[in-house]
């Protein structure tokens, strides 16, 4: 049984950070891309940020660039997601998703954790 979990979200002020995990069980997810996405009440589900299966290349959501930052340890089977100068707009349930040759689109992404709720207050 493959299994992503999720850790790290909560209630913060804004301009303050959060560090989000997602810990991976059942399969080895090393080849896979691992992607970040994120839901808003009454919003679609949104690309967040990526980072290919060596680690050597990521991308984000113009939203988040150069204040949120993806990394991942393969010996670890985790991604983290560090979020900073988080703003009340942040505001939503966090999704780690692993897929195969995956983009910055959710339906390429196979295994996806239960989410995570990060609320950035003003």
């Known amino acids: 049984q493959v299994q992503l979990v999720e850790s790290g979200g909560g209630l913060v002020q804004a301009g303050g950070s959060l560090r989000l995990s997602c810990a991976a069980s059942g399969r080895t997810f090393g080849g896979y891309t691992w992607g970040w996405f994120r839901q808003g009440p009454g919003k679609e589900r949104d690309f967040v940020a990526t980072i290919n299966r060596s680690g050597d290349r990521t991308g984000y959501a113009d939203s988040v660039k150069g204040r949120f930052t993806v990394s991942r340890d393969n010996a670890k089977n985790t991604a983290y997601l560090q979020m900073n100068v988080l703003k009340p707009e942040d505001t939503a349930v966090y999704y780690c998703?692993?897929?195969?040759?995956?983009?910055?689109?959710?339906?390429?992404?196979?295994?996806w954790g239960q989410g995570t709720q990060v609320t950035v207050s003003s």
């Open positions: 998703a692993a897929g195969w040759l995956a983009g910055d689109r959710a339906d390429q992404y196979a295994y």
